[in-house]
């Protein structure tokens, strides 16, 4: 399991862990929004001997053409085996510049810094490292741990108010799955008051917990993806248009489909099915869109990476706070599921 480390003072902090690490190249991975936003918070501590690689910032940028032109900055910048990898970002950058690191040479040294809200209470734990493919979310990746994931409130600071609520919607999952009464404690009239950073280390210790149980997500590490097989599939439909949706956004439509699938499959009551349904709206709103979209959205589900070969496998809620996994789900469900979100009125 990676070394997790809470950052008070970011500039300090890294310069004193990179003091304790041997390493012969040290590398700067980071896209076109953090190098303007975030880099100037660590960059007076940075050895001059650092090498930088900007990529333009949005999912879309997370694919396999992108890799090649890291790994082409790699070599020509003579990286061995001996080289240290900074990635700092938000979850594309992570998972990108970790998938990146992880394949170099057969794999090099990295250490995660997440700058926003997501990455640091999700895509920073857990080793998952990997890019979208063809249209489907983290499709090719690889299982490897970083040296260590250093996270610091500080860099929340940097985020426009939808990035913010993005991650946000990771955090009530994690409540969702796991713990009900955390669940409750957070704040969804005035969600941008958060004491955020317990609330980050809550939700990390939260997953950490999970992962450590299940690595390789056999079995229990599945709740995690509660939401994510229907957003997941939101997402990658919406993806470049102009209805396009941050990643916790299309989780947070999933999460109510889902919740809606549990109250069929797994036990959820109506009332906890009410709850979840008020508090992810009074947040993140209703989202429009047509029923034609459903089919395509639908059949998207299909490609989730828990199905086993021709079956939809959903982590599903027993209640708020426990969550179940290996659930079989129809795409007549999944539609059912989807279109009772299309009919909620706010």
Request: proline residues 3%.
């Amino acid at each position: 399991m990676e070394t997790v480390l809470f950052s008070s003072q970011i500039a300090n902090d890294l310069k004193q862990f990179l003091g304790h690490l041997e390493y012969s190249s040290l590398g700067l991975i980071m896209d076109s929004n953090t190098k303007n936003t975030c880099l100037p918070l660590i960059e007076k501590i940075l050895p001059e001997s650092v090498r930088k690689f900007a990529f333009p910032a949005g999912e879309n940028h997370k694919n396999l053409e992108t890799c090649v032109k890291i790994w082409e900055w790699m070599t020509n910048e003579g990286f061995d085996r001996k080289t240290l990898i900074i990635n700092l970002g938000g979850g594309v950058t992570g998972d990108m510049g970790g998938f990146c690191a992880a394949t170099y040479k057969r794999g090099v040294r990295f250490i995660n810094i997440p700058t926003t809200l997501l990455s640091q209470v999700d895509a920073s734990v857990g080793g998952k490292l990997g890019i979208d493919f063809q249209g489907f979310k983290n499709h090719i990746g690889v299982f490897t741990q970083p040296d260590a994931v250093i996270i610091a409130e500080e860099f929340l600071k940097t985020l426009p108010e939808n990035e913010l609520r993005s991650g946000f919607a990771e955090v009530l999952k994690h409540g969702l799955i796991r713990n009900a009464d955390y669940f409750r404690i957070l704040k969804f009239e005035n969600w941008q008051d958060q004491p955020w950073k317990e609330i980050i280390e809550k939700s990390v210790n939260i997953k950490k917990e999970v992962v450590e149980k299940d690595p390789k997500e056999s079995g229990l590490r599945k709740i995690l993806n509660f939401g994510h097989t229907i957003g997941h599939a939101f997402e990658s439909h919406f993806l470049g248009t102009q209805q396009h949706l941050l990643h916790g956004e299309a989780i947070a439509i999933g999460m109510i489909c889902e919740a809606y699938l549990s109250t069929k499959k797994s036990g959820l009551s109506k009332e906890e099915l009410k709850e979840v349904e008020k508090v992810i709206l009074s947040v993140f709103g209703h989202f429009e869109f047509s029923d034609e979209d459903v089919p395509t959205i639908t059949q998207l589900c299909s490609q989730d990476k828990k199905n086993v070969s021709s079956t939809m496998y959903f982590s599903l809620l027993r209640k708020i706070g426990a969550c179940d996994f290996n659930i079989p789900v129809s795409h007549q469900e999944i539609s059912e599921s989807i279109h009772y979100y299309q009919s909620i009125k706010l």
